[in-house]
């Protein structure tokens, strides 16, 4: 069983900045991959950003560019740095992660507003 816990998340104005993170009880070293989702209301829940444990990422079309996915494996956590965010960022971002082909996990989410 591993635990994920995000943090991070608010409200920001359109082009400001946050940084979420997820602290995983478990060693992330070994994870075969994590990431972010999101679900905004009335929508479907959609990745985000995806890192393996080979260090490739990918990353949706609608956040290329703006947002940057990375892992502390010392911390056994896992960040989202989000740059020039805009009002349909607005969403729960929720952690997500892997440790082996049959097991996976997710958060309890955090709340992203982006709003003037």
């Known amino acids: 069983q591993v635990q994920l816990v995000e943090s991070g998340g608010g409200l920001v104005q359109p082009g400001g900045s946050l940084r979420l993170s997820c602290a995983a009880s478990?060693?992330?070293?070994?994870?075969?991959?994590m990431g972010w989702y999101r679900q905004a209301p009335g929508k479907p829940r959609e990745l985000v950003a995806t890192y393996t444990s080979g260090g490739s990422t990918n990353y949706a079309d609608s956040v290329k560019g703006r947002f940057t996915i990375s892992r502390d494996n010392a911390k056994n956590t896992m960040y989202l740095q989000m740059n020039s965010l805009k009002p349909e960022d607005t969403a729960v971002y929720y952690c997500y992660a892997r440790p082996t082909i049959v097991a996976g996990y997710w958060g309890q989410g955090t709340q992203v507003t982006v709003s003037s």
């Open positions: 478990g060693n992330i070293f070994s994870f075969l991959v």
